[in-house]
Nanobody
Framework: QVHLVESGGRIVQTGGSLRLSCAAPGWPSFGDYAVGWFRQTPGEERDLVAALSANGRSIYYAKSVKGRFNVSRDNVKNTAYLQMDNVKPEDAAIYYC??????????????WGQGTQVTVSS
């Protein structure tokens, strides 16, 4: 089983920026898979916010984050990133990453990790 590790969550002020990381240590095939970033708040479903295909040519952003978030990956480092700019209070959530189906970014492929908490202060 692949173990994806999210990090970078912290308290950030409204309008601020932060970068989340998703590492897949020791997994040589990481670059073969699309990667998705999801977020979840208490009592709500986990929603896809951004995704990047394996070859980097296909990118998805949820409407709520488009223009503010940027997803990227470094396959040499087996790591994906989510750059979050102009953060809003509604961005507060636990953020998860996962490999996803290349033709359907909503479909996750691996067990979920623990995620990383993003808290937004006013």
């Amino acid at each position: 089983q692949v173990h994806l590790v999210e990090s970078g969550g912290r308290i950030v002020q409204t309008g601020g920026s932060l970068r989340l990381s998703c590492a897949a240590p020791g997994w040589p095939s990481f670059g073969d898979y699309a990667v998705g970033w999801f977020r979840q708040t208490p009592g709500e479903e986990r929603d896809l916010v951004a995704a990047l295909s394996a070859n980097g040519r296909s990118i998805y952003y949820a409407k709520s984050v488009k223009g503010r978030f940027n997803v990227s990956r470094d396959n040499v480092k087996n790591t994906a990133y989510l750059q979050m700019d102009n953060v809003k209070p509604e961005d507060a959530a636990i953020y998860y990453c996962n490999t996803v189906h290349d033709s359907d970014f909503e479909k996750s492929l691996e067990p979920w990790g623990q995620g990383t908490q993003v808290t937004v202060s006013s």
